[in-house]
C-alpha cells in the first residue's frame, strides 16, 4: 500500500522568503501522479501543484516548485516570495496512475505560517 | 461551473442518532470520492463511484456507513448509529475521468463537520 509522510508538522516564514516542504512517499507503482493540496483555514482543498512521475522536469507553477527525487521517493514543495495568503495547512498527496480508483493517498500535512 | 458543494456544512448530533450528507459533484464529473478527515491529520479515503456505480470502499467505512449516487449525479453519505469517534470532516471530491492523465483532477467540496455528542 501506498504510503506518505510530511515530517514537519508546522513551519513558519516571513513574508516575501522562501521555504521548502518536505514529503516522501512510498509505492510499488512505476507510474503516479504527487501532488501538493493547500488548505486554508475553514475553507476548501485547492491543488497547488501536481507531478508526474514518468516526467523528469520539475513542475513549476508560478511561484511554486517542486524538487522531485525519484529515485529517493522525494517531493518537495519550495514557495518563493512569500504571501500572507500562502498561510494554511498544505498537503503532499500520492496517485497511482489508474489503480485503486485513482484514489489520494495524503499525508499528515504541515502547518504553514506566513508571518508579516 | 460553480463547483463541489456539500450540504450540510456543519451537523451536531447526539451519539445513537443517524445522520446524512449531500454531495453535488462539478455538473458533467463521472467520478465522486467520499474522504474523511480527523483534526490535523490528512484526509483519508472512503468510497468512490464511477457515475452511479460504487467501486471501491475502504475498511475505513464500517457496515454503519451507506453511500450512494443515485443517477450518478449527486450522493449522498450516511451514518447510522453516530459514534463519537465519527466525529470528523466529510470531505467530497470529483474528477472527469475522461479527461485521462493528470487532468483527472480532483476538486475538492468545502466538507460537512460533524460532532457527535
Known amino acids: 500500500a501506498q504510503t506518505v509522510t510530511q515530517s514537519q508538522p508546522e513551519m513558519s516564514v516571513q513574508e516575501a522568503e522562501t521555504v521548502t516542504l518536505s514529503c516522501t512517499y512510498d509505492?510499488?507503482?512505476?507510474?503516479?501522479?504527487l501532488f501538493w493540496y493547500k488548505q486554508p483555514p475553514s475553507r476548501q482543498m485547492i491543488l497547488v501543484i501536481r507531478?508526474?512521475?514518468?516526467?523528469?522536469q520539475n513542475a513549476t507553477e508560478n511561484r511554486f516548485s517542486v524538487n522531485f527525487q525519484k529515485a529517493a521517493k522525494s517531493f518537495s514543495l519550495k514557495i518563493s516570495d512569500s504571501q500572507l495568503g500562502d498561510t494554511a495547512m498544505y498537503f503532499c498527496a500520492e496517485r497511482e496512475k489508474e489503480t485503486s480508483g485513482s484514489r489520494l493517498t495524503f499525508g499528515e500535512g504541515t502547518q504553514l505560517t506566513v508571518n508579516p | 461551473d460553480t463547483g463541489v458543494s456539500q450540504n450540510p456544512r456543519h451537523k451536531i448530533t447526539k451519539r445513537g442518532q443517524n445522520v446524512t450528507f449531500r454531495c453535488d459533484p462539478i455538473?458533467?464529473?463521472?467520478?465522486l470520492y467520499w474522504y474523511r478527515q480527523t483534526l490535523g491529520q490528512g484526509p483519508e479515503f472512503l468510497t468512490y463511484f464511477q457515475n452511479e456505480a460504487q467501486l471501491e470502499k475502504s475498511r475505513l467505512l464500517s457496515d454503519r456507513f451507506s453511500a450512494e449516487r443515485p443517477k450518478g449525479s449527486f450522493s449522498t453519505l450516511e451514518i447510522q448509529r453516530t459514534e463519537q469517534g465519527d466525529s470528523a470532516m466529510y470531505l467530497c471530491?470529483?474528477?472527469?475521468?475522461?479527461?485521462?492523465?493528470?487532468?483527472?483532477?480532483?476538486?475538492f467540496g468545502p466538507g460537512t463537520r460533524l460532532t457527535v455528542l
Open positions: 509505492t510499488s507503482e512505476n507510474n503516479y501522479y
Open positions: 455538473s458533467e464529473h463521472n467520478r
Open positions: 471530491a470529483s474528477s472527469n475521468t475522461q479527461r485521462g492523465g493528470a487532468g483527472n483532477e480532483q476538486f
Open positions: 507531478q508526474e512521475a514518468y516526467k523528469q
